[in-house]
T-cell receptor
Framework: QQQVKQSPQSLIVQKGGISIINCAYE??????FPWYQQFPGKGPALLIA?????SEKKEGRFTISFNKSAKQFSLHIMDSQPGDSATYFC????????????FGAGTQVVVTP | GAVVSQHPSWVICKSGTSVKIECRSL??????MFWYRQFPKQSLMLMAT?????????EQGVEKDKFLINHASLTLSTLTVTSAHPEDSSFYIC?????????????FGSGTRLTVV
């Protein structure tokens, strides 16, 4: 049973547009919500992460919005570039469960020129 | 930042042989490491949690005798795929917990593409 549900499965956005990926979780004990970017044949790389004490975090063109009451968080990629074309995974973990990361199913983002 | 080095990046082996994949934390001590398996266009599937100096904890459905994990030091964990078969062909990725307390996070290796022929 997947503890973190991610949508959409794939996304096509034009260069300069906004990519939005959503994730939902059930376990209120989760205390760490990272987003990873993965290129083909490479391991996931941390893009940005948030903890439940804040509702938004921005790093450059990437923003996480976190809604604790709705148990949802989302990634916004502003001014999307062709180099952003990758698979994005949301995840969640809690410190007292051996630190296991629960991954979403992933979203393949394609940014067209 | 914390770096996890994974080797080899790709390996081809004959069916029935064993393959060892190494995961090293380069600039920090990793008490806990994780091993994942990823099939094409799918998410990462946790195989096992590796703790330094103790036996690994395997996820349900993962054969511990086929996927041997050793975490003998604070900077090295190894995954050995024993008697590999074509169905073991996959992308294997390790990760380590970095930081502690409320600042903990995860760093991933670059992955190993295993092809069993």
């Amino acid at each position: 049973q997947q503890q973190v549900k991610q949508s959409p499965q794939s996304l096509i956005v034009q260069k300069g547009g906004i990519s939005i990926i959503n994730c939902a979780y059930e376990n209120t004990a989760f205390d760490y919500f990272p987003w990873y970017q993965q290129f083909p044949g490479k391991g996931p790389a941390l893009l940005i992460a948030i903890r439940p004490d804040v509702s938004e975090k921005k790093e450059g063109r990437f923003t996480i919005s976190f809604n604790k009451s709705a148990k949802q968080f989302s990634l916004h990629i502003m001014d999307s570039q062709p180099g952003d074309s990758a698979t994005y995974f949301c995840a969640a973990s809690m410190a007292d469960s051996w630190g296991k990361l629960q991954f979403g199913a992933g979203t393949q983002v394609v940014v067209t020129p | 930042g914390a770096v996890v080095s994974q080797h080899p990046s790709w390996v081809i082996c004959k069916s029935g042989t064993s393959v060892k994949i190494e995961c090293r934390s380069l600039d920090f001590q990793a008490t806990t490491m994780f091993w994942y398996r990823q099939f094409p266009k799918q998410s990462l599937m946790l195989m096992a949690t590796s703790n330094e100096g103790s036996k690994a904890t395997y996820e349900q459905g993962v054969e511990k005798d086929k996927f041997l994990i050793n975490h003998a030091s604070l900077t090295l964990s190894t995954l050995t795929v024993t008697s590999a078969h074509p169905e073991d062909s996959s992308f294997y990725i390790c990760s380590a917990i970095t930081g502690q307390g409320i600042t903990y996070g995860y760093t991933f290796g670059s992955g190993t593409r295993l092809t069993v022929v």
